[in-house]
């Protein structure tokens, strides 16, 4: 199935050309009722072939859907960069005229190339009726970073006073991984939350002994310090250290277009938090959540790093805005290893869960498995 859905999914650019080719298709009105039509008639499509053996999961068809508008995205990012054309000149200027940004086009790659891969391989372990919550929270946390901010980005930005009717399309894209998150995070886990006797001894060990742990622990106070105050900067913080930075670091920061303000306040309101949330969860045994709101940041962050490192460098981007040559490669570092910390903590917590499980008062008890088994049945499915 999902080399149908790959290969079904490039239709995508015969659309594309007729509605290039055809003044009638470009006016934005219609262009809209086109873009609503072509959702309804995919996600039929797929309704219908699937009748026979339908799948157990309905984000099948979010994913199978979105596989769709992935290459829509790509052709968009790669057409706006010069590297084809005929697909999309029409969208430039009467669809979205905000997707010619450095930052939509560096969004539209991620979404052309990391989730239509995402899409691929979830359909394919729906399909084989195998899990993939740890995947899905990854997917649901990008996209939700992705358009939450791409969003308030044009409404904030200079180019809220060129909203046009297929604007509106975009919230779909924001509602279905909302709905998609709240599926996977209530979803039962893959792996136990009970542990035994490993659990109990790698909980008995204080931080100063788990160096790898206290090196994430450090590793996220810095993100934490990053975070605050580059939202400073985007509250126009009167604080020397602020302007400094915005001045001699990243003056893509204040760039009109809004995407680096937005994205900024997203992490400072509610990445900050959530780093604060990890260091605690380092530091007391049994944090449970931690499994999944790792993997559930970590796709925000590293999705929002993609899309503001890419774009403070794009030559779209007008000069005084881009980073300054002589600290290019200190910021690219901060900002790669601002977005790798909680990767790194995801990876940690799914690759040795014992001191995030919780440990049963009586593991002889009716109903539990035992140490034994508790310890060896941590693992993925």
């Not at 604007?167 to 893959?190: C, E, H, Q």
């Not at 009109?256 to 949330?277: D, E, I, Q, S, T």
């Not at 490192?309 to 300054?324: D, Q």
């Not at 490669?329 to 990876?347: D, E, G, R």
Request: charged share 15%.
């Amino acid at each position: 199935m999902e080399t149908f859905v790959f290969l079904f999914s490039f239709s995508a650019l015969g659309i594309l050309y007729a509605m290039n080719t055809v003044p009638e298709f470009q006016e934005p009105y219609v262009i809209l009722q086109i873009g609503v039509a072509v959702l309804v008639v995919v996600f039929l499509f797929y309704f219908l072939i699937t009748r026979g053996n339908p799948p157990k999961d309905a984000l099948f068809f979010v994913f199978a859907v979105f596989s769709f508008t992935c290459v829509i995205d790509l052709t968009s990012a790669l057409e706006y960069d010069g590297i084809i054309s005929g697909f999309m000149a029409f969208y430039q200027k009467t669809g979205e005229p905000y997707l010619g940004t450095a930052y939509a086009i560096m969004m539209c790659y991620w979404d052309g190339i990391v989730h239509f891969i995402l899409y691929l391989v979830m359909i394919s372990r729906i399909t084989d009726r195998k899990g993939y919550r740890t995947l899905g929270l990854f997917w649901a946390g990008s996209l939700c970073a992705n358009m939450s901010v791409f969003i308030a980005g044009i409404v904030a930005g200079k180019y809220g006073s060129e909203i046009r009717p297929a604007f509106w399309i975009n919230f779909l894209f924001l509602l279905m991984p909302v709905w998609g998150a709240i599926t996977l995070f209530t979803r039962s886990k893959d792996r136990p939350l009970i542990g035994g006797y490993n659990a109990q001894h790698a909980q008995s060990m204080k931080l100063i002994w788990r160096p790898l742990d206290l090196i994430l622990v450090l590793l996220l106070l810095a993100a934490m310090a990053f975070t605050a105050l580059r939202g400073l900067v985007a509250l126009d913080s009167p604080l020397e250290a602020c302007s400094m930075y915005l001045k001699h670091y990243e003056p893509y920061l204040k760039d009109p277009v809004g995407y680096p303000r937005v994205m900024m306040l997203h992490l400072f309101f509610y990445g900050l938090p959530l780093l604060g949330a990890f260091v605690y969860g380092l530091l007391k045994p049994g944090c449970t959540w931690m499994s999944d709101w790792t993997v559930f940041l970590a796709g925000a962050m590293i999705q929002c790093q993609w899309a503001h490192i890419g774009a403070s460098l794009h030559p779209r981007t007008t000069a005084p805005f881009r980073i300054p040559t002589d600290v290019v490669w200190s910021v690219l570092l901060a900002n790669v290893l601002y977005a790798v910390t909680p990767i790194l903590v995801a990876l940690r917590v799914h690759s040795n869960p014992y001191f995030f499980l919780k440990i049963s008062p009586f593991p002889g008890q009716t109903g539990l498995p035992n140490s034994e088994e508790k310890d060896t049945k941590y693992k993925d499915k």
